[in-house]
DNA sequence: TAATCGTGGGT
DNA sequence: TACCCAAGATT
């Protein structure tokens, strides 16, 4: 039989209480703008890469309204190397978004932020609790790692999220929509602080006790082998090359400036395209390249 | 559904 | 050193 809810997320809240890092998304006076930023660009990027760039960006443009504004090159630009850089182009035709379907207020119901461009499941849960304190199952990796281990006692979640993943979200979650949303904030940060991937910090853990994976020995994974992401050589290094070279100038650039930075003419090509498509890169009229307008 | 999409730091 | 993987979304 499962510990009862309350002995699990009690110990956890307590100790969110007393180990939350300062992020300056989760202050007092944060902006629901602000969460949505920082969302966008936490996806599959560390806190710590996140943070100049989610200053700059919050200095520059503290409302949808002001982001809108601009070419959406300007928000690729201040993407800088982030990564994902399709991220920054739909953080930009949110905001647009926003501004036209919502008067620049960001959404405050799940299914208008499910809609925007570039918010998922996770992101439009995110969201709606973290900003607007309401009850939703926040299922990101860290929360899945943690209900994987202490509710399932495996070291890791299926690669693909299940429908028990989310009712064993949905049954932890406390009732009252403000304690519901510092609840998946809390045992998100559990997850990305104690309840790591790799070498997990268990003795520090507040539910150990309570964890079916340390009850059962924390057995290693047994599964079908995870994909590893090669990288070096691949389509996904040419397009960040050719961007970067975009990114850093001033000015369109000329043809050559792409060429020089990717010696395979066929890669470089199929990555110049797809950049292209993706309305990543401008080509212009008189043959040269600029980030979109 | 599975493949695709960047980048850099921890182990 | 080579991997592993980090607050996912889209097609």
Known sequence: MDTPAHLITAPILDWYAANARDLPWRTADATPWGVLVSEIMLQQTPVKRVLPVWHEWLRRWPTPAALAAEPSGEAVRAWGRLGYPRRALRLHAAAQAIVERHGGEVPDVHAELLALPGIGAYTAAAVASFA??????????????????????????????????????????????????????????????????????????????????????????????????????????????????????????????????????????????????????????????????
């Open 132 to 293: 607007y304190r309401q009850r939703h199952a926040v299922l990101d990796t860290n929360v899945r790692r943690v209900l994987a281990r202490m509710r399932t006692g495996v070291e890791y979640p299926p690669k693909a999220q299940t429908r028990a993943e989310v009712a064993l979200a949905e049954a932890l979650l406390p009732v009252d929509p403000p304690t519901a949303a510092r609840w998946s904030v809390a045992v998100m940060e559990l997850g990305a602080l104690v309840c790591t991937a790799r070498s997990p910090r268990c003795v520090d853990c507040p539910v150990l006790d309570r964890c079916a994976w340390q009850a059962a020995g924390r057995p290693a994974y047994d599964g079908p082998p995870r994909v590893g992401q090669t990288y070096a050589g691949t389509d996904r290094q040419c397009r960040g090359r050719l961007l970067a070279v975009l990114r850093d100038a001033p000015a369109p650039v000329e043809k050559g400036a792409l060429d020089i930075v990717w010696a395979d003419p066929v890669q470089r090509e199929r990555a110049l395209d797809g950049l292209i498509a993706d309305g990543l890169v401008d080509p212009l009229d008189d043959g040269r390249y600029a980030l979109p307008v």
